[in-house]
């Protein structure tokens, strides 16, 4: 009896694995299910007023990444290529743009020769071509390279498909070919896309007569976002943390025994600073191997902060005795680049995590470390201030016979 019941239980067990099996596909079910050899363009014919010029394809490709397809025919005799680039994930109330490019000159987004698509307010879609000539582009409508006829767009099933013919340049067969998404201004403009994730790696190239598999031609992503991690934490654990907390030893020396409080600050803003120049320098790396991505305010700030803190350490040099009659003007010197430093590294940490993107938890831990050393400061502050009026009232009832030095700097 025993035994029928195990045996029972497993097929029981057995048959409703390959029930959810049936009814949930895996990941690799979904792709298959997606695939550009299993779509029918009745549906977008159907929606269409103008039938496109060729309504079957007898190549396609499914794209690696941003859930994307083309579906193409060539005509070697006439160099002639007849496209559909469809993009998935864009309902008609989507406020994204989509581009398929052709690239006649390199491996880089600049010099694509887009094809751009989006809906408009009245759930029309609209398409016209741009060329892209550098990275601030916002895909303005423009004359391309190449000559490009029957260009038209469609939305049907959350999905967009730009329909077009295209004398290939040069007659080449094996094109550089770039897709992408991005959104949509207020007014409708198309603005900068993700410079993280797919969106970095939507570039492929595109074998006109075999249909192979797409060949990503970026860098490999892993490597990257390996040095992309280690310029993130090098840079957050100095300049966002460290130099804080130097600054916080620093302004409150007198919980410290002297001459200690001086030797802590400096030890915590040399470290700190030698950190730093090393994330610096993997930010540098990363701009020189990340060709075609660029993020001009971060590196800007990047930049000031490596100015700054090192006329800081060079500061160090030149400090003058405290009796000396320029000593006053060296404090305020120190003290304003000291905190424009701090305030801009807080900024361009906040900065990065936008363009790493990285889990939730990370920007939050950063920003509980920040709440947690302005907590710690103004404590101190209000113990510096309680401190130094007692001292002075103390000063009165002896006669003052004792300058006060307070407990601030």
Known sequence: MSILTVSTLTNLCTLLILVTW??????AQAQALASCSKFSFEAVNSTMKTLPTISSFKTCMDLPVLESYLHWNYHPATATLEIAYRHAGIPPTSSKWVAWAINPTSKTMV??????????????????????????????????????????????????????????????????????????????????????GPNVRSMASLDLLSGASAVVVTAPASPAFSLRDIHGVLNGVSWGIMMPIGAIIARYKAIFSDPAWFYLHVGCQLS???????????????????????????????????????????????????????????????????????????????????????????????????????????????FALYATSQKKGSELMDGGSKPSEGLRP
């Open 22 to 27: 049936g009814f949930v596909p895996s990941n």
């Open 111 to 196: 010099g694509s020769q887009a094809l751009v698509a989006y809906h408009k307010t009245d759930g029309s879609v609209a398409a016209h071509t741009a060329p892209i000539t550098g990275y601030g582009t916002e895909l303005a409508e423009g004359q391309l390279s190449f000559n490009v006829s029957g260009l038209t767009a469609v939305g049907v099933n959350d999905e967009v498909v730009i329909f077009a013919t295209i004398k290939v340049p040069s007659n080449e067969t094996v094109l550089n070919q770039v897709w992408q998404d991005g959104p949509l201004s207020k007014d409708g403009t198309p603005q900068i896309h993700s410079t993280a």
């Open 272 to 382: 700190a600073y030698i950190i730093g120049v090393a994330g610096w320098a993997t930010g540098i790396k990363l701009g020189n191997d990340s060709i075609g991505i660029i993020h001009s305010t971060h590196r800007n700030i990047g930049i000031t902060l490596f100015i700054f803190a090192t006329l800081q350490v060079f500061a160090l040099l030149i400090r003058p005795k405290k009796d000396h009659k320029y000593r006053f003007c060296w404090n305020i010197y120190h003290h304003t680049i000291g905190y424009s430093v701090i305030i801009l590294s807080i900024a361009n940490i906040l900065k990065g995590f936008e363009i790493l993107n990285p889990d939730q938890v990370w920007r939050s831990a950063y920003i509980a470390v920040i709440v947690v050393l302005a907590v710690i400061a103004a404590g101190l502050e209000a």
